[in-house]
Nanobody, 119 residues
Framework: QLQLVESGGGLVQPGGSLRLSCAAS????????IGWFRQAPGKEREGVSC????????NYADSVKGRFTISRDNARNTAYLQMTSLKPEDTAVYYC????????????WGQGTQVTVSS
């Protein structure tokens, strides 16, 4: 079965950190760019970050630059999103997706993991 599974979400206080994982099964993650997206209640889904398959180049939404770091471990078939200095406005369901190139239509989506930033 071809799928992506996110994990690592949870409840964290403002200023705290979380690391999200995106594990692929049934296909080789190394062949795909991996994007992280999020959707807050009542808002549209937005792109957070992406890492390419070729040279590992990355990009970030302005709202998370300097706070979030995307990475990948092809040997583990897993990608990560390290989130630091979390703010209440980061509260959302976070999804990972696999695509041919950053910005292209995703081939696979994960089911999402909830991140809640609250005191």
């Amino acid at each position: 079965q071809l799928q992506l599974v996110e994990s690592g979400g949870g409840l964290v206080q403002p200023g705290g950190s979380l690391r999200l994982s995106c594990a692929a099964s049934g296909f080789t993650l190394a062949y795909y760019a991996i994007g992280w997206f999020r959707q807050a209640p009542g808002k549209e889904r937005e792109g957070v970050s992406c890492i390419s398959s070729s040279d590992g180049s990355t990009n970030y939404a302005d709202s998370v630059k300097g706070r979030f770091t995307i990475s990948r471990d092809n040997a583990r078939n897993t990608a990560y999103l390290q989130m630091t200095s979390l703010k209440p406005e980061d509260t959302a369901v976070y999804y990972c997706a696999a695509m041919s190139h950053c910005g292209w239509t995703a081939h696979y989506w994960g089911q999402g993991t909830q991140v809640t930033v609250s005191s």
